[in-house]
């Protein structure tokens, strides 16, 4: 016994080098989430991962749980997910999982609690880091404890999600509801009481955001992912280079020069119009998230105008944000009632990283709900509606791609996730 240990440790380092990792990854790993959309991944997404491993510890395995195809501002993602998942396996996150779609075609609320539970359905996560703009933890977790139900009587009153949210944040602490002013300290406040709620042994941790504010226009080292967007979309993909990590600038590029990107609602126009068309109000009720007359506006301003952004323009008020119109609108086009639950009933894999393997290992002992990693895992589950769903929309995706070529349907059933070896912390 003494001869062979002997032996590894003197002829063979990197075997050994090997067993003591696998015994660390094991035994002592922590494994910390991160919820995003990557849309695209730019160099303020690595720093994030950067500083979540210099708060938790350099071998802290990273799991993104990702929007798929469809983002929370109610948009068609501008690259699609496997695309996109793959971006961030290249530049510091381990794994990427998705986010189910009803909860990326939520408000604040829903989109969290989507998120935790997707974390907490792996049974192996750790920690959850989050972006905020104020980077006290302490402060963010003081307005998680604020009453829901007063949010719910807020709503009801008329006030949008936010506004009611800030409403009851401030019975708890009167200073608070500067916080909810930016979009990133809300979502920490949403994450914060998601894992309460729903009892995670899941500690939270925040990096204070460094870089331009959330969907400002303004190029920076580490841009917006707005203002990235809207180079793509007017064509100045050169001028995202510095705001990227080079591999996922790579990714980019490809995708626009296969016609795959980027995806557009306006390639699409006279699809969603030919089918919200069909549509009552009463249709459009099951979309909207109340009986507080959305559904009439809606409804009017489909008939009067002849593209999405004129009709949610049309539709927009104070009352009713921007983001929901377009979630509304989406949600109608894809058949997903605003009731639809948001938490997983399997975790669907969209790109592995070099610790990514370890966390599956350790996710096929503890996940409570199936995992799919490739199409034959998904096949040999029950026919759920949800697996239906997938498929469908992925195929209503594929439509607001540029080329053609990618608008064949079965897409969902032929993808795998990218999957490398290579180690890459770019900030």
Wanted: proline fraction near 5%; include cysteine.
């Amino acid at each position: 016994m003494y001869n062979t240990s002997y032996n590894i440790i003197v002829h063979h380092p990197a075997q050994m080098y090997n067993i003591y990792r696998g015994f660390f990854w094991r035994t002592l790993m922590k494994i910390c989430g991160i919820v995003a959309e990557y849309n695209p991944f730019h160099n303020g997404h690595a720093y994030h991962c950067a500083k979540t491993r210099g708060q938790i510890g350099d071998e802290t395995a990273i799991v993104a749980v990702m929007s798929g195809n469809f983002v929370q501002r109610g948009d068609f993602a501008i690259v699609d997910k496997y695309r996109r998942a793959a971006m961030a396996v290249c530049a510091g996150v381990d794994l990427v999982i998705e986010l189910p779609l009803p909860a990326a075609l939520s408000s604040a609320e829903g989109f969290a609690r989507g998120a935790v539970a997707s974390l907490a359905a792996m049974g192996c996560v750790t920690h959850l880091s989050f972006g905020s703009e104020c980077g006290d933890l302490a402060r963010i977790r003081r307005a998680a404890a604020c009453d829901r139900s007063a949010i719910r009587e807020h709503l009801a009153s008329g006030q949008s999600y936010a506004a009611a949210l800030q409403s009851a944040v401030e019975t708890v602490d009167p200073d608070a509801g500067a916080l909810l002013s930016s979009p990133n300290n809300t979502l920490g406040i949403e994450y914060c009481a998601a894992i309460d709620a729903l009892g995670c042994d899941i500690q939270p941790i925040t990096v204070q955001r460094d870089g331009a504010a959330h969907d400002s226009e303004q190029l920076h080292v580490r841009p917006s992912a707005s203002a990235l967007r809207h180079l793509i979309l007017d064509g100045k993909v050169d001028a995202c280079r510095e705001g990227m990590p080079s591999e996922a600038f790579t990714w980019l590029t490809q995708a626009i020069d296969s016609g795959a990107a980027p995806a557009h609602v306006g390639v699409c126009d006279a699809a969603m119009l030919s089918y919200l068309r069909r549509l009552s109000p009463d249709d459009l009720l099951r979309f909207t998230g109340g009986k507080d007359g959305l559904q009439n506006r809606l409804f009017d301003a489909i008939r009067d105008h002849t593209s999405i952004p004129d009709i949610c323009a049309a539709a927009q008020t104070r009352r009713y944000p921007l983001a929901r119109i377009r979630r509304a609108l989406l949600r109608a086009y894809l058949d997903l009632p605003f009731d639809t639950s948001v938490e997983p009933r399997y975790l669907r894999v969209l790109a592995i990283g070099p610790r990514g393997r370890e966390v599956l290992r350790q996710m096929g002992k503890t996940a409570q709900v199936p995992v799919v990693i490739k199409p034959v895992n998904e096949k040999r589950l029950p026919d759920t509606a949800d697996l239906r769903r997938d498929a469908l929309v992925d195929d209503l995706y594929a439509l607001a791609q540029p080329s053609r070529a990618f608008w064949t349907g079965g897409s969902h059933f032929r993808q795998s996730p990218y999957v490398t070896n290579k180690e890459n912390r770019s900030v």
